[in-house]
């Protein structure tokens, strides 16, 4: 009966997908069945090039508020529709836009160039001057002026694996993921001595102490040809768990252990798992709720984004 009902939702959202001429995009951390029925899954900037592309009337995002609204920045002239619009993200949070802008006026002698990891909202893209994700992050802090000091926001924790990895120096706003900053030394030492032989593979959010233990730091989707290419048949994941739903799928020949946080045996973004197959149906049925982003914070905060996307080719 269940399992009907479940069948009868699916073939129903292809349907409504197919009369609305939509496109449905899902982030890594979605739960399985949304990530089944998804056109593309992939990482933030895998997202935002998709977003970018399509020519998709609707595009049904299915990640966090954010993601959805980066959609509709590139792509203003689409429908833009998220199955929870209470997807939101701690990151984003940490770094409301009135807050960053007098921020920066308090400190207009630095000149500062802005970098804004790509999770934070409109109003914080609109102010800086180029945008990144965790994929790209290197190469587009690489890519600043020299002459400039940085300032880098929201997250503390990507912003020191970067300086770490670049060498370049950088101011950092004090934000950090709710999620990643739950996995501990101790937890992840733990599950280690569990599985000896097991490769640990972690996202930049995680802690330094975190970090340190990771054979790996990488964004979502290079975790993806990382474990595919290593040639380690088991590792321990560190980052959110809908991540390995997808890990399971494409690199069906490696085993996954969820990294454990110090109070559970995988974390979970209470963001991300909002959405959920019934939300998504109702999305595409009554094309609510939408995704708006005002003309002229879309029109500043296109710029970083195109900057990114140009370099990160
Ligand atoms: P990725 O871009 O690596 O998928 O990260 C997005 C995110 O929200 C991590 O918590
Ligand atoms: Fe935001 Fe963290 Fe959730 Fe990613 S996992 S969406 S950074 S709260």
Redesign the pocket.
């Known amino acids: 009966m269940v399992a009907t009902a479940a069948f009868n939702l699916r073939s129903e959202i292809l349907r409504l997908k197919k009369e609305r001429n939509a496109v449905i995009l899902a982030h890594n951390?979605q739960v399985k069945e949304i990530q089944e029925i998804a056109d593309y899954v992939g990482d933030s900037l895998g997202l935002a090039y998709k977003a970018k592309d399509t020519d998709a009337d609707v595009i049904a995002f299915c990640g966090?508020h954010f993601m959805a609204e980066t959609a509709k920045i590139v792509n203003p002239e689409k429908t833009v529709v998220i199955p929870d619009m209470n997807a939101g993200?701690?990151?984003e949070q940490s770094c409301p836009g009135p807050q960053l802008d007098a921020f920066l006026k308090a400190n207009a002698s630095k000149n500062y160039y802005v970098i804004a990891y790509i999770?934070c909202s409109a109003a914080v893209k609109a102010l800086c001057d180029c945008i990144c994700t965790s994929g790209n992050a290197v190469k587009i802090v690489e890519a600043a002026p020299k002459d400039r000091p940085i300032l880098f926001v929201p997250d503390q924790n990507l912003g020191s694996w970067v300086i770490e990895q670049t060498g370049r120096k950088m101011d950092l706003w004090k934000g950090a993921?709710?999620?990643?900053v739950e996995f501990t030394r101790d937890s992840i030492q733990a599950i280690k001595e569990k599985h000896p032989g097991a490769e640990v593979v972690a996202h930049p959010?995680c802690t330094y102490a975190v970090r340190m233990l990771a054979d790996e730091v990488c964004s979502t989707e290079k975790m993806i040809g990382y474990c595919r290419n290593s040639k380690a048949k088991d590792f321990i994941i560190v980052t959110?768990s809908g991540m390995l739903n997808r890990l399971e799928r494409e690199v069906p020949e490696k085993n996954f252990i969820a990294g454990p946080t110090g109070h559970c045996l995988c974390a979970d973004?209470r963001?991300?798992k909002l959405n959920t197959l019934a939300k998504l149906h109702d999305a595409l049925l009554n094309l609510e709720p939408r995704v708006e982003v005002p003309e002229e914070t879309r029109k500043r905060a296109l710029k970083p984004m195109l900057r990114m996307l140009e370099l990160s080719k």
């Open positions: 951390y966090v993200c701690s990151l999770n993921c709710y999620v990643h959010e959110e973004c963001y991300m």
